[in-house]
């Protein structure tokens, strides 16, 4: 019960220190927007419509950590245009963060043939956090009555701040991939940065600053055969203090006269969590549920359950009356 009273603490944490970090995905590539700007448009169809649902320590709290995302972008020749909302919710004190963000993006070939390419991308938008200090248990409001225990009625001996706030967000980023048909191997990286204006936040009146998050990828698409496919990627992200790095391989299988392709793969998040990632792709929907198996100091607690993640993306596809097959086709 206690490990449940420390994590109302650390939400109070998160939401006024000045060392708070911004939320993560596992499937990061699932949410394009998410990931990087630069990332809008950059699909096969006329628009693109993603959702995403992640919930993560309700092993250690009294309510699970969830995050949620909508977006949706369309290309238009070498532009591209799109927006995002994106909603967490931390703990027994209802931290939430709120963002609001519209998206524009610009890309562009730079050989002949057509198949180096760079796109470039800007969100700007804006994000609102709150906390719901009554839901909170504080030090001076625990009893020794009844052997123990918290009574709300009793003063918190906290002199709170304001519970909520807007904040203006921009941030930028660019890809590039090699986008030739027929070749074995497609790499892509890519880079962005979060936060760009380093906007205030607090729930009080000290002079905090959201930090700038700087994140970069990289990965290929291996074309083992017609039916398998090989995409290794790598993910680094840092923020202040705090950095992530993460190493995947999918694993995509091309089910023969079914149009359906099998995703699975691992990933591990360094020092954090072991994750394990399937889905499929069929007609024009590309589905994945993953679950993170915790093994940071954490799992001494959460017993090395971690979060639940699940997506789903809708992409009409343009009908082309003669494309060019890749390998494996797709």
């Excluded at 944490?13 to 590539?29: E, M, N, P």
């Excluded at 096969?44 to 995403?52: A, L």
């Excluded at 562009?108 to 991308?121: C, P």
């Excluded at 002199?159 to 930028?172: E, H, L, M, R, S």
Aim: hydrophobic share 35%; proline share 4%.
């Amino acid at each position: 019960m206690m490990r449940k009273y420390y994590l109302f603490f650390v939400v109070v944490i998160i939401g006024t220190s000045v060392k708070a970090q911004d939320f993560h995905l596992s499937q990061y590539d699932a949410a394009p927007l998410f990931l990087n700007p630069a990332l809008v448009g950059q699909f096969e169809g006329k628009y693109r419509v993603h959702g995403h649902y992640r919930t993560q320590w309700g092993s250690v709290s009294s309510k699970s950590f969830k995050t949620a995302a909508i977006s949706f972008d369309m290309p238009f020749d070498k532009f591209a245009f799109g927006a995002q909302v994106l909603n967490r919710r931390a703990g027994a004190g209802d931290y939430n963060d709120l963002g609001i963000l519209l998206n524009g993006g610009y890309s562009f070939t730079f050989d002949k043939q057509e198949t180096h390419k760079l796109s470039l991308g800007v969100q700007a938008g804006v994000i609102q956090k709150s906390i719901n200090y009554g839901n909170l248990y504080f030090e001076s409001q625990y009893t020794t009555n009844n052997g123990g225990t918290f009574d709300q009625s009793l003063p918190t001996g906290e002199d709170f701040g304001k519970n909520n706030f807007w904040i203006p967000d921009v941030n930028a980023g660019f890809v590039y991939y090699y986008g030739k048909d027929q070749v074995r191997i497609n790499p892509f990286v890519g880079a962005s940065a979060f936060h760009l204006t380093q906007p205030k936040e607090t729930f009080y009146t000290t002079d905090n600053k959201l930090p700038m998050r700087y994140l970069a990828h990289a990965g290929a698409k291996v074309n083992l055969s017609e039916k398998i496919q090989f995409m290794p990627k790598v993910l680094w992200m840092r923020q202040r203090n705090a950095q992530e790095i993460n190493y995947g391989l999918m694993v995509h299988y091309h089910l023969s006269g079914a149009g359906v392709i099998i995703l699975l793969g691992p990933t591990l998040r360094s020092s954090d969590a072991f994750i394990i990632e399937g889905g499929a792709k069929f007609g024009n929907y590309e589905a994945k549920v993953s679950y993170d198996f915790n093994t940071s100091s954490l799992s001494d607690f959460s017993d090395g359950k971690g979060g639940f993640e699940i997506s789903l993306t809708y992409i009409p596809r343009i009908f082309k009356p003669n494309p060019i097959q890749n390998c494996p086709r797709i």
